[in-house]
Structures are given as C-alpha cells and as structure tokens.
Nanobody
Framework: QVQVVESGGGLVQPGGSLRLSCAAS????????LGWYRQAPGKQRELVAL???????NYADSVEGRFSISRDNAKNTGYLQMNSLKFEDTADYCC?????????WGQGTQVTVSS
C-alpha cells in the first residue's frame, strides 16, 4: 500500500512564499510522474505542475514563473516551491503519483493567501 502525504500548507500574505512537500512511502517514487493539483472552493481541480521521472517539468500558465516543482528521489519526496503568492492561489493542494498504471493521491494540504 502506497501512502502519499503532503505538508507545508498554511496561511500566507500576498507576495509571500510557501514550500509544499509530498512524501511517498515506497520506492516507486523514482519511477513516478509527480503532479501537484489544487482545488479551490466551487471550482474544479486543476493541474498546477508536473514533473516526469526524468525531471522534465510543466506548469499551468497561472503559476508559470512563480512556482517550481522538484523532486528528491533519494528521499521519496517531491516539492512545490510557491513564490509571489496571490489571493487566487488559495486552494487545497494535493500531490499525485502515477506509476505502473496506478495513481496515488495524498489527503491534501490547505494553502490560504490572505492579508
């Protein structure tokens, strides 16, 4: 059973930064595609950033240049560095791992951008 656990969310002022972490319980992490998704109240879940097992990255237009996705395969952990946060970044952020035809989700971590 693979467990995925996010951490690092919280309350931050506009313009501030947060770093989210996504820890996986098994060594499948290295071979996985890691994605960060978010869902704001009343909105559909959206893909924020993606990184392949080889390190390639993709970002939603809304976060390009502000967010950075990375991974440490030795620690089975992925990260989402979020800078220059805006009110509209407020959402529940979830980590997703896709590997060997399976998808694993974490429980999510709340990010609230408020003054």
């Amino acid at each position: 059973q693979v467990q995925v656990v996010e951490s690092g969310g919280g309350l931050v002022q506009p313009g501030g930064s947060l770093r989210l972490s996504c820890a996986a319980s098994a060594n499948i992490f290295r071979a996985s595609v890691l994605g960060w998704y978010r869902q704001a109240p009343g909105k559909q879940r959206e893909l924020v950033a993606l990184t392949g097992s080889g390190g390639s990255t993709n970002y939603a237009d809304s976060v390009e240049g502000r967010f950075s996705i990375s991974r440490d395969n030795a620690k089975n952990t992925g990260y989402l560095q979020m800078n220059s946060l805006k009110f509209e970044d407020t959402a529940d952020y979830c980590c997703n791992l896709r590997v060997f035809g399976q998808a694993y989700w974490g429980q999510g971590t709340q990010v609230t951008v408020s003054s």
